[in-house]
């Protein structure tokens, strides 16, 4: 082969500007210590841009949000971190660590601290709402905007799924903790999280599901998991104190929800409009994991939503938001 042909047969086109390849940002991964824990987190965007923090829930991590930040972030910057018991996050057996809803919250306003995060947006899923809505009734003046994606603060939101999660907080014997380790923490219980509801399972990536069961089968991991589902009761007794704080606070707030989550129904996603009336409600037609199979969808509404409401980026610049 010629120079000449060598150098032909190995040109390539210029990128076009609109190919996605090119033009999403990157996400970077970090840990940092933060109430002595070692914090797992995913980032993305510039530094003076608005803050969106991304909060997930059970079983996952700031896996779930790899499709996400880098659709948000040549707008916004966002932070997802792993909570303690989840994802890449690591808790020495040392430090003794108390997993409760109030414990994780604790931890992730320690995390925002450390990284000087003083003002931002909240995307709230399953875990992440408990703990968000915590984190936003000590803060409220931090909160800039919440979007609930199927993360629930009200009693109709809850659906039939927790039936076996309700005996467990009304009878906790090891008999029912038992039950929930056998049906709810196995590979065949997580993969039905994330592929119930959705119109052609098959289209849920299994990276997903399958990275969630490596991590839940960790040693002493289940045992986590089995504490925070008994103490996922105070989250339902906070449901007023959380109504409270929408009523007096009124955040502006986006419910984009699956419809078909046999875990926080579409009745939690209507119940916001009591307290906020102005809330914005969304469904769409897949299920728990909505972010799986409509995270297009979600980053459009979410950036809608946010620069609506005053919170975005002008020419690189932040916008002041006061």
């Known amino acids: 082969m010629s120079d000449a042909t060598s150098r032909t047969a190995t040109k390539r086109p210029a990128p076009s500007p609109d190919d996605v390849r090119f033009s999403l940002p990157p996400t970077s991964i970090h840990r940092v210590?933060?109430?002595?824990?070692?914090?797992?987190y995913r980032a993305g965007g510039e530094a003076n841009a608005p803050t969106v923090l991304l909060l997930h829930g059970f079983p996952t991590s700031s896996f779930m949000f790899r499709e996400l930040i880098p659709r948000l972030a040549s707008e916004y910057r966002v932070i997802a971190p792993d909570f303690p018991g989840f994802g890449f996050t690591e808790v020495s057996p040392e430090r003794k660590y108390p997993y409760s809803f109030d414990r994780?919250?604790?931890?992730i306003d320690a995390f925002t601290q450390v990284l000087k995060i003083d003002r931002y947006a909240i995307y709230v899923f399953d875990y992440g709402a408990p703990t968000g809505f915590r984190l936003a009734m000590s803060h409220p003046?931090?909160?800039?905007a919440i979007v609930s994606q199927n993360g629930n603060a009200y009693e109709e939101g809850l659906g039939e799924a927790w039936g076996p999660i309700r005996?467990?907080?009304?009878?906790p014997t090891a008999q029912n903790r038992d039950i929930l380790?056998?049906?709810?923490?196995?590979a065949g219980g997580t993969r039905w999280q994330y592929t119930h509801g959705v119109a052609n399972p098959e289209s849920v990536p299994p990276e997903s599901y399958t990275l969630d069961t490596a991590l839940l089968e960790r040693p002493g991991n289940k045992e986590i998991q089995l504490d925070l589902f008994l103490d996922y009761a105070s989250n339902v007794k906070l449901y007023p104190k959380f109504q409270e704080y929408f009523r007096k606070s009124k955040p502006p707030l986006l419910a984009i929800w699956g419809k078909n989550d046999p875990f926080f129904v579409p009745a939690g996603a209507e119940a916001f409009r009591k307290d906020l009336p102005s809330a914005k409600v969304q469904f769409l037609d897949t299920g728990h994991f909505a972010i799986e199979t409509h995270v297009v969808e979600?980053?459009?509404?979410?950036?809608?939503?946010?620069?609506?409401?005053?919170?975005?980026?002008?020419s690189g610049k932040t916008a002041v938001l006061k």
């Open 167 to 171: 005996k467990y907080w009304a009878v």
């Open 181 to 186: 380790r056998q049906s709810v923490l196995t």
């Open 141 to 144: 003046e931090r909160v800039t």
């Open 33 to 40: 210590e933060a109430d002595g824990v070692q914090v797992f």
């Open 298 to 314: 979600i980053a459009s509404a979410m950036k809608d939503f946010l620069e609506m409401n005053g919170i975005r980026s002008l």
């Open 104 to 107: 994780l919250t604790f931890t």
